[in-house]
């Protein structure tokens, strides 16, 4: 019944996107028709035809490249123990550095490696901070967890947009000097993204908002050293209070320290969830022991859920780029397919983590015997908690950007041979006929291909737009079955 209301809303529209491709079939024939009489036109496009596929290829390539230079960890051979400085030479000890160069090229074809890990964790730990500061911007209104305020209300607009917009820089900055090789442009880059968050700084300062600022810096800086020192202290403030961060640190720094010594050795992945479980099993601790509420939800905030959601970004991120190798090899209808699949794994993917946060948050209430973050509430009202859903669809992200290459993957889809023998035929010197039924024939092959993709997304982000509560709807109904399976405070079936 719903799809038939679907239809006919769409009926009236149909009419419109026919027309268009008919224009574009008919506009793409009547060139190629003409092009057939004249020897130059037939020669550029000879050319062209040879080289159609190259786009896609040479993009294809240049984002694996990048996610490469991303990727590629520092070595112990390119980064020697500094000669001189006690503090240099322990930092040295601390940071997560490949055996080799061989090892470290051989991480290239691992989606699943460490340093995929890596950058998920530091994604996670920033970006539900960033998503907030971006909520708290537009809005004003004071942003948190639970009642605890990551973001005061009451500062000025120009305050927001300019924090934000340094911190925004910096991480675009950031992004784009790991796309490019050593050299002036990487170097102007890292100069640019330094500046900003150094502007960030005073602005937070002043201001007295430091948190994204906090998040901001690991993720420029990252390793497990930035992070452990980062989780230290909402850890020490929840359980123990400001006299333990001492003992926090020097934790923190033998806990870093062991994942770099796992890393050298060649046991990272298996170093970095360790170091994952850890993060989790501390911030268990601190939310069942922990009584201060301030601390202790900035504790859940930097802590359990950056520790959970690495997790599954991780998946998510190496499936997507497993997914890119393949579509690399096979080429074809590969790529388009594995477009699809992309988006079957993140929805499950999604689904999973969206889980694990609602068992994990139940179980810490169930343990308290309190309503310490109100599941049900999220749950009623996903919409107040905007940043809470924008953080666990973090996974979505590798996803979209495959999508685009999907897409444009379809020229492939064609052989080069199919192309040239189709132009080959295009002289209406030799045939009238053949010229019209080669020019129709490229026209329809053309027209088709850029249809597909275009009328595929936009008939899904129509059913999308329309009908996305169904959606919605759907991954909610799981939840609160989870939570009521639990049951609990909040949940009306505690006793």
């Known amino acids: 019944m719903a799809f038939d209301k679907f239809i006919d809303w769409l009926a009236p529209w149909m009419g419109l996107p026919v027309a268009l491709m008919a224009a574009v079939w008919f506009l793409a024939y009547s060139s190629l028709k003409e092009a057939g009489g004249h020897d130059g036109d037939r020669a550029r496009m000879m050319t062209l035809a040879t080289r159609l596929h190259r786009p896609y290829k040479a993009t294809l390539e240049a984002v694996l490249r990048w996610l490469e230079r991303i990727l590629m960890p520092d070595t112990v051979t390119n980064t020697p123990m500094p000669d001189k400085g006690w503090f240099d030479r322990l930092i040295w000890r601390m940071e997560p550095l490949a055996q080799d160069e061989a090892a470290a090229l051989a991480l290239r074809d691992k989606p699943w490696s460490w340093p995929v890990l890596n950058f998920a964790l530091r994604v996670a730990l920033a970006y539900p901070i960033v998503i907030s500061g971006h909520q708290w911007m537009l809005s004003g209104s004071a942003t948190g967890l639970g009642g605890f305020e990551l973001f005061p209300e009451g500062v000025g607009w120009l305050w927001r947009v300019a924090l934000i917009g340094l911190i925004d820089i910096g991480f675009l900055a950031g992004i784009l000097a790991s796309a490019f090789p050593d050299g002036a442009w990487k170097s102007r880059l890292k100069g640019l993204q330094v500046g900003a968050l150094v502007l960030a700084l005073a602005f937070s300062v002043v201001s007295a908002v430091a948190l994204i600022l906090a998040g901001a810096l690991v993720f420029a800086v990252g390793g497990p050293l930035a992070l452990a020192l980062l989780l230290a202290g909402p850890l020490v403030l929840a359980v123990a209070g400001p006299l333990a961060f001492a003992g926090a640190l020097a934790v923190a720094g033998a806990v870093a320290g062991a994942v770099a010594l796992g890393v050298r050795k ?230």
Do not use: C
């Open 266 to 495: 060649g046991h990272g992945t298996v170093s970095y969830l360790l170091y994952l479980s850890w993060i989790f099993g501390v911030g268990l601790v601190a939310a069942y022991f922990g009584r201060d509420t301030g601390p202790l939800m900035w504790s859940i905030a930097l802590v359990l859920l950056p520790s959970i959601n690495a997790l599954f970004d991780w998946l998510s991120y190496g499936f997507t780029i497993w997914l890119l190798q393949m579509g690399r090899r096979k080429r074809g209808v590969w790529p388009f397919l594995a477009g699809i699949a992309d988006i079957a794994m993140a929805a499950l993917i999604f689904a999973a983590l969206a889980t694990a946060l609602v068992v994990t948050f139940q179980q810490i209430n169930i343990w308290r015997g309190e309503v310490l973050i109100d599941v049900r509430e999220i749950l009623d009202d996903p919409g107040a908690h905007l940043w809470v859903v924008a953080m666990v669809a973090s996974t979505l992200l590798p996803t979209m950007v495959h999508l685009g290459l999907a897409a444009f993957s379809v020229i492939t889809w064609v052989p080069v041979g199919v192309w040239q023998g189709l132009v080959a035929r295009l002289n209406s010197d030799r045939s009238a006929v053949l010229t019209h039924l080669s020019a129709a024939s490229l026209a329809t092959i053309l027209t088709g291909l850029y249809a597909l993709p275009v009328v595929g997304f936009g008939a899904v982000a129509v059913l999308l737009w329309r009908h996305s509560a169904w959606v919605l709807d759907g991954y909610l109904w799981w939840l609160r079955e989870v939570l009521m399976w639990m049951g609990g405070p909040g949940t009306g079936l505690w006793s």
